[in-house]
């Protein structure tokens, strides 16, 4: 039995949706990886635990699906661990026994901004991306000259989508800039207040960090890398299942007195990872799992 579990837990663990099965004491028994990529709760928090108020509302709409033979969604709306919130499509059910005696529920989610608004795909309404590269230099420039004067701490997360190029051959750039407008829309939903997004080059975006150190950058460029994994595009019926690859810089005090270097160094980084044949994460500057610089 607890091989057929693991097995399923990884199976699980591969969806792009989130997925939370509940015991019928309404303890959280399996929490996916998705699902912590969506609300930033890693499994560890979560199982053996009652689920937590502010993530009720994926099972808002739970007495309608008692005797339905298949749940519908509804958007809803979760609060992240950073404490925004995040609009997701959730749809429960309830779990019953051989006999039809109730032994929990289950409950499965992903970002709503993530849905497609129109059919077969189309880039819709507000998919140009919010900042532009000029914008997000200028803004670059600024924050670094604050880290410079002692002010908060500054980091670079250069990421590339790894399937870009080659949705733009087999699907056309509409295709792909609608692929880059999802994707930035997950992105978002993991970035602190503070810190900014923007498109950098023309499949690549920049994230301004203000993580404290490396490898806390490191570990915000994985949830970022989660976050991607869960925009479920389609473009004419077909899905896409998404992922990026990350080179991530932290500027160092007595250190970094340029921006230049600080972002050859996570472009360098970038590359390492599109080496490593992409969905990974590389940080400059040296540490455990970092390159030397």
Request: overall charge negative.
């Amino acid at each position: 039995m607890s091989d057929r579990m693991e097995l399923l837990e990884s199976a699980l663990d591969t969806l792009p949706d989130g997925v939370a099965v509940f015991g019928a004491a309404g303890e959280v028994v399996l929490w996916n990886h998705a699902a912590e990529a969506i609300t930033g709760y890693a499994s560890m928090e979560i199982l053996r635990r009652p689920i937590p108020g502010i993530l009720e509302a994926l099972l808002i709409a739970r007495p309608r699906f008692m005797e339905m033979r298949r749940p519908a969604g509804a958007v809803v709306r979760v609060r992240h661990k950073l404490g925004h919130e995040v609009p997701v499509m959730a749809r429960s059910l309830v779990l019953r026994d051989g006999l039809g005696e109730r032994i929990g529920m289950a409950a499965m989610f992903h970002p709503a901004e993530g849905l497609d608004a129109l059919p077969f795909g189309e880039a819709g309404e507000g998919a140009e991306t919010a900042v532009s590269q000029a914008e997000l230099d200028d803004r670059m420039n600024s924050e670094f000259d604050d880290f410079l004067r002692g002010g908060l701490p500054f980091g670079v997360l250069w990421i590339t989508v790894d399937q870009a190029e080659g949705l733009r051959r087999t699907h056309g750039a509409a295709a792909c800039t609608a692929m880059l407008a999802k994707v930035e829309r997950a992105l978002r939903t993991g970035l602190r207040p503070a810190e900014e997004i923007g498109r950098w080059g023309e499949d690549e975006f920049l994230v301004i960090a203000r993580e404290r150190t490396a490898e806390m950058l490191a570990a915000h460029a994985q949830t970022l890398a989660g976050l991607a994994r869960t925009a479920d595009f389609r473009w004419w019926g077909d899905r896409v299942t998404l992922t990026v690859s990350i080179g991530a810089a932290q500027a160092e005090s007595g250190r970094d007195t340029e921006l230049a270097p600080l972002l050859e160094r996570a472009r360098k980084a970038l590359i390492a990872s599109l080496r490593e044949g992409g969905n990974r994460i590389t940080c400059a500057g040296g540490g455990q799992g970092c390159l030397p610089s």
